[in-house]
């Protein structure tokens, strides 16, 4: 996600799989159609929010259709969108594309040195880290200081932001996107007299997108990445972690890419990279709120059609194998101790997902079995959940608590195991059973008021199989049968079958804001990351906009987003009077 504009909690991907078993009693009318290039625009018109339009599309690609060498190219394409075309972002188009070819060409000869000659010597031992700037040769030290040079020139006839601005001035908000496992989605909330304007900037980026400060947004990725992963307490460990979960899927590596491949890829690479998924075909517009379809489908073939049909995308062919050993790892944290167990469970579109999904709601919340029994009756837990993590390929069934006064991870573990067996042995009742069903029930029916997160939803589950999903799930979900739980349980919930991470406090390490600690774990997860990010910010006029942005989306975040959200405005009101 970009920052300052990033602060949308609930267009993670996490929190969109949270909310999977949410989305709504009631059927959504989606309207259908197809233009001849290929795209596919889902439409539906509401009226409760007057002249408020979401609007946004979807690109189905993720983490999971890299390979090594090029790994979180699809959270740097993201990055690359904001940049603008040829008519929007720069001063002068063709000193931009002469700038622009210098730079590829220094680059290209300084990734040839760093993997022929630095990859040898780092080999050799002779340096710790080829992609480090301290360990260049002189000629590589001159051809980044020439680098160096092209980029802050380039940057005199770069207007930056430029894209950002021209929504803003015409009355949008909330331009933003997200990359996940299996999807990029790009999306903004437009009036809905300006709807014609938002066709033509989505489709010029995509006819014409400029990939401008291609090398000098590494840098700002890479600063991305020491935020959200190296300088969170658990950060770099959930990585280790997961990597450890997925054995051969594409899922192994992290959406926002290892180092080194960040380094290495090329302008040419990226070039093909966006051919192949970038090609209307392999793209899905979503349009949600206050407009006549009959008046926006000539405005989106207008537009959009004038985009050129692709080849289709290669398969994912890389399968998970089948685990056939526990997996445990043992980590020393700034963080409260905690344990975190995760099972591998088929694909978001399997029968079976609709019985873990309901399984994971039996957990949950203040009467769910993890709360009363770790919470309230052995008192071992600050707190629980349990969540389905479904992605197209593959998902993971995934348990984690952190623990309270003196109780320690494997405390947790044995009672989480007794739960299991409990499940396994003795069919959940089914007043117990209904409860549930009636929860599912009220918060399918909350998570559709929003124009935005109706619109973020069904480009999601389109990602992941369809986006009938939101009308079809409400009835699959009440029909999970106490037979049904037991059964996934039995056949997914196997000690061969999971990984297990043990957390344990660092000596020296302080305890956490007993606020933050308050929140859900899942929530506490995103909002680390979230302040993590902010952190870097040192520009006072810059937080003051974020926590503008922040007031104005918190109004339209759905109910049980509202605790994180409300502790980002109060994290971020206390760092601005701190530096007033």
């Known amino acids: 996600m970009r920052v300052p504009s990033v602060i949308m909690p609930v267009v993670s991907a996490s929190i969109v799989a949270a909310a999977s078993a949410v989305s709504s009693a009631q059927s959504v009318k989606v309207e259908e159609f197809t233009l001849d290039n290929g795209m596919r625009f889902l439409l539906v018109p509401r009226e409760d929010q007057p002249n408020n339009i979401a609007a946004g599309w979807m690109a189905r690609v993720g983490s999971v259709h ?8 699809s959270h740097f394409f993201e990055h690359m969108m904001f940049k603008g075309t040829r008519t929007i972002g720069t001063r002068d188009a063709a000193k931009d594309a002469e700038f622009m070819r ?24 002779e340096i710790d880290d080829p992609w480090d700037a301290r360990n260049d040769t002189p000629e590589m030290a001159a051809l980044r200081e020439e680098l160096r040079g092209l980029i802050e020139a380039h940057r005199d006839i770069i207007v930056k932001d430029e894209f950002d601005q021209v929504y803003t001035e015409m009355g949008a908000s909330a331009m933003n996107a997200f990359t996940a496992n299996d999807l990029t989605f790009y999306f903004i909330t437009v009036p809905s007299n ?90 899905v517009g979503v349009i949600v709120g206050d407009f006549d379809p009959a008046e926006v489908k000539p405005t989106i073939e207008r537009y959009f059609g004038r985009l050129k049909k692709g ?19 043992f980590a020393e944290c700034d963080c409260q101790p905690q344990v975190r167990v995760w099972h591998k469970t088929p694909p978001f579109a399997h029968e079976d997902a609709y019985a873990l ?55 947790l573990l044995a009672s989480w195991e007794a739960i299991v067996e409990d499940l396994r042995e003795n069919p959940v009742s089914e007043r117990e059973l209904q409860k549930v069903r009636n929860q599912i029930v009220a918060n399918q029916y909350r998570a559709l008021q929003s124009n935005f997160f109706l619109m973020v939803q069904l480009g999601y589950y389109e990602a992941l199989d369809s986006w009938q999903y939101l009308n079809e799930s409400p009835s699959r979900l009440q029909q999970v049968t106490p037979e049904d739980i ?95």
Do not use: C
């Open 486 to 580: 037991r059964r996934v349980v039995e056949k997914y919930f196997t000690r061969e079958n999971r990984a297990i991470a043990f957390y344990t406090r660092k000596a020296g390490s302080a305890p956490e804001d007993p606020a933050l600690m308050a929140l859900d774990p899942q929530m506490r997860g995103m909002v680390k990351q979230q302040i993590a990010q902010l952190e870097g910010i040192e520009d006072l006029a810059m937080l003051e906009r974020v926590y503008a942005s922040v007031q104005s989306q918190a109004a339209q975040a759905p109910e049980q987003f509202r605790p994180a959200v409300e502790y980002i405005q109060s994290w971020l009101k206390a760092r601005i009077e701190s530096m007033k």
């Open 311 to 329: 080849p289709k995308p290669p398969p994912v062919v890389t399968m998970e194998m089948p685990s056939r050993a526990e997996m445990r790892m």
């Open 357 to 411: 999904n309901v399984l994971a709601a039996i957990l949950n919340g203040r009467t769910g079995r993890l709360y009363k029994r770790m919470v309230e009756e052995e008192q071992i837990a600050s707190s629980a959940s349990a969540q389905l993590d479904a992605r197209r390929y593959a998902s993971a069934f995934a348990f984690e608590a952190e623990t309270r006064g003196d109780a320690t991870p494997e405390q």
């Open 194 to 283: 300006k709807f014609e304007l938002w066709a033509w900037m989505e489709s010029d980026r995509l006819v014409d997108s400029v990939f401008r400060e291609f090398y000098s947004e590494r840098d700002v990725v890479h600063e991305e990445r020491r935020l959200r992963t190296e300088s969170t307490p658990t950060g770099i460990f959930d990585e280790q972690f997961e990597s450890m979960f997925w054995l051969s899927s594409p899922y192994n590596w992290p959406v926002i890419g290892w180092p080194s491949d960040l380094n290495s890829y090329t302008y040419e690479q990226a070039q093909e990279y966006y051919a192949t998924y970038y090609a209307p075909n392999n793209l």
């Open 102 to 125: 210098k730079a590829e060409d220094a680059r290209l000869k300084l990734r040839e040195m760093t993997l022929r000659g630095q990859y040898d010597r780092w080999r050799r031992g």
């Open 66 to 73: 890299e390979r090594p060498g090029i790994t979180g190219i």
